[in-house]
């Protein structure tokens, strides 16, 4: 089992930055490819990024070139560095987790293992 907890969220103005850290806990997640999700009011809930276990990268159109997924396997905690932040980017920000190290995942049903959230919200 893999525990994840989510912080970093808050209240930022527009073009602001935040970084969202996603701490697991119960086993190393060095080789695991993890992913941020979104969900805002209404709406589904939506893939942002992911990082595979070798450090490969792919994101949603809507944040490429202003988020950026890492990953500290020593801390076993996995980072998104969110700038020029926009009003629509105003959403629950999930972390997830799975035992699929190598393949870019972009669907909920990939991962195994999910965070409680942390709220991001930008005003305008």
């Known amino acids: 089992q893999v525990q994840l907890v989510e912080s970093g969220g808050g209240l930022v103005q527009a073009g602001g930055s935040l970084r969202l850290s996603c701490a697991a806990s119960?086993?190393?997640?060095?080789?695991?490819?993890m992913g941020w999700f979104r969900q805002a009011p209404g709406k589904e809930r939506e893939f942002v990024a992911t990082?595979?276990?070798?450090?490969?990268?792919y994101y949603a159109d809507s944040v490429k070139g202003r988020f950026t997924i890492s990953r500290d396997n020593a801390k076993n905690t996995v980072y998104m560095q969110m700038n020029s932040l926009k009003p629509e980017d105003t959403a629950a920000y999930y972390c997830?987790?799975?035992?699929?190290?190598?393949?870019?995942?972009?669907?909920?049903?990939?991962?195994?293992?999910w965070g409680q959230g942390t709220q991001v919200t930008v005003s305008s």
């Open positions: 990082i595979t276990g070798q450090g490969n990268t």
């Open positions: 997830a987790a799975s035992p699929d190290g190598w393949r870019r995942l972009r669907r909920e049903y990939d991962y195994s293992y």
């Open positions: 119960g086993r190393t997640i060095s080789t695991s490819g």
